[in-house]
């Protein structure tokens, strides 16, 4: 059983930045591939960003070149940097992993465990 928590949301203004963090469970937290979703109030949780176990990225074109995602092996845990966040960036965001790496990192069913969410708000 792997853990998430996420932590870093907020409410921010157009523009501004904010970094999430999810802290994870595990003694293979190496091993795990981690990604960000988010979801809006009426739409399906959607992709934003991904990143291997290898330290390969993968992001969606809605945030690439502002978004970035990273991880500390030695902390359990995965990053996601916002910069020149835009009102529709407003969403739950959500922490998930793979500790398979079932080699899909795009789609929610790849991902085994999921955090609880964390909010993030950009006013215009």
């Known amino acids: 059983q792997v853990q998430l928590v996420e932590s870093g949301g907020g409410l921010v203004q157009a523009g501004d930045s904010l970094r999430l963090s999810c802290a994870a469970s595990g003694r293979t937290f190496s091993r795990y591939a981690m990604g960000w979703f988010r979801q809006s109030p009426g739409k399906e949780r959607e992709f934003v960003a991904a990143i291997s176990s290898s330290g390969t990225t993968y992001s969606a074109d809605s945030v690439k070149g502002r978004f970035t995602i990273s991880r500390d092996n030695a902390k359990n845990t995965v990053y996601l940097q916002m910069n020149s966040l835009k009102p529709e960036d407003t969403a739950v965001y959500y922490c998930?992993?793979?500790?398979?790496?079932?080699?899909?990192?795009?789609?929610?069913?790849?991902?085994?465990?999921w955090g609880q969410g964390t909010q993030v708000t950009v006013s215009s």
């Open positions: 998930a992993a793979d500790p398979s790496y079932s080699g899909g990192v795009f789609d929610v069913n790849d991902y085994d465990y």
